[in-house]
């Protein structure tokens, strides 16, 4: 199979592709853009951005985030960086399978789970922040940092929906808090050996997110640029 049938395999949609995502395939933030398009049913184009190779900065990606981060979003003449952004972004202007509950209460504690997963965990496990730590101190403090501040995160997530998690984070439709974590938990369990265990609720939310075919389509190994 070609890349450009895996590409309209995990997209797609019986409208015709505006919208060009930048990705890589490990990355857990483009991980969550391609579940939040599959969710809402939005063909996209893949464009895939080689982080091992330095294609993030290069000066063409440059022009499109001068963060050199991916993922990136073009929607005709707007272009977005940061997953965050780009979900709302979606949100706002592709208003078909909602990624937030019309309850203001459901609503915010989406948003809220969202925040803490791409503002308080991924961010400290960044693989230069994760460098950096190991050259300063060490190894063993570098796979300590991982763990506390990834189980700090989980466990403010597992108080928060423990009591409104239905089949998903606030009931039986996925939503943005969802989008957010089952990346977040899949990187967390297989990269870095977090024992979700201690995380019921959120176990049981990954659960139910893997079973779903906008999930798996959005997996990194489905993706283009996949490395076996």
Known sequence: ??????????????????LVLYSYWQSSCS??????????GLSYEYRAVNLDKGDHFTREFKKLNPLHYVPVLVDGDVVISDSYAIILHLEQN?????????????RAINLQAAS?????IQPLHMMAILKYVEEKFGPKERASWVQIHIEKGFSALEKLLKDRAGTYSTGDTA?????FLAPQIAVASKRFNVDMSKFPTLDAIYKSCITMPEFEASLP???????P
């Open 1 to 18: 199979m070609e890349p450009q049938d895996k590409v309209q395999v995990q997209v797609q949609s019986s409208s015709a592709p505006k």
């Open 31 to 40: 991980w969550r853009v391609r579940f939040a398009l599959n969710l809402k």
């Open 94 to 106: 592709y208003p078909q399978n909602p990624l937030l509950p019309s309850d203001p209460q459901l």
């Open 116 to 120: 803490i997963v791409s503002s308080s």
């Open 175 to 179: 939503y943005m808090a969802d989008v």
């Open 221 to 227: 190994e489905k993706q283009p640029d996949a490395v």
